[in-house]
């Protein structure tokens, strides 16, 4: 079983910054073969904000591209994956719970969620 911790969200100004972390405890011998970060605004359905596959390959909804950035590390040492969101010019629309999602075939894992608000 794979467990995901997030960290990062928090109270935040339009225009300012947030990075999220999504710390996961996982075997060197296993591989994230896609990890990505989705968000739920309230009354709203989950969406896909960005998408990392095979750690390299990147992809982003149309309305975070350019702000965003997803990136993923990993820790021999320590046996965890961490994988990162770094969000530039937040707008009050990005406002929503933040949660990662890992795939370890052939099972996936969820975060937990952290709060994400935008204030204008």
């Known amino acids: 079983q794979v467990q995901l911790v997030e960290s990062g969200g928090g109270l935040v100004q339009a225009g300012g910054s947030l990075r999220l972390s999504c710390t996961a405890s996982?075997?060197?011998?296993?591989?994230?073969?896609?990890a990505g970060w989705y968000r739920q605004a309230p009354g709203k359905q989950r969406e896909l904000v960005a998408i990392?596959?095979?750690?390299?390959?990147?992809?982003?909804?149309?309305s975070v591209k350019g702000r965003f950035t997803i990136s993923i590390s990993r820790d021999n040492a320590k046996n965890t994956v961490t994988v990162y969101l770094q969000m530039n010019g937040l707008k009050p629309e990005d406002t929503a719970i933040y949660y990662c999602?890992?795939?370890?075939?052939?099972?996936?894992?969820w975060g937990q969620g952290t709060q994400v608000t935008v204030s204008s």
């Open positions: 999602h890992i795939v370890v075939p052939p099972n996936n894992y």
């Open positions: 990392i596959i095979g750690g390299s390959s990147t992809n982003y909804a149309e």
């Open positions: 996982i075997s060197i011998r296993s591989s994230i073969d896609v």
